[in-house]
């Protein structure tokens, strides 16, 4: 019986190095999937959302080729809602994308180019 439960440790805890790992892979390839394929457009917050224990979410939305993508990032204290950031998004798989809370758009900037900027304007 006591072999038994040393094999049931030992998958409890290879199954969680294995979730971990996973996740962090998944979050690796996603940045740096944004930092080789990145461009860049207007982004708008429209909700805040409170999720798993002390998790603070921000969705937002976006414009890339006439198509509306959404997408949320954990929330960072003075991001304003309803409020204007700009978006890293993947040219190839807009869908992947970072809202860039730390960086406002400008009033003056009134829209962006339907298949974003190469760089920050």
Known sequence: ???????????????????????????????????????????????????????????????VNNKIYHGA??????TKVPGRYFVKFNKYFPLISCLMQEVPVDSSIVQAPKNGWESLP
């Open 73 to 78: 990032n954990t929330f960072i204290n003075n």
């Open 1 to 63: 019986m006591k072999k038994l439960k040393s094999n049931n440790g030992w998958r409890l805890i290879i199954t969680i190095v294995s979730i971990f790992s996973l996740i962090f892979g998944v979050s690796e390839i996603t940045s740096w999937h944004l930092k080789k394929y990145g461009k860049y457009t207007i982004g708008y917050t429209i909700k805040i959302n409170k999720i798993r224990g002390n998790s603070v979410d921000v969705t937002y939305y976006y414009h």
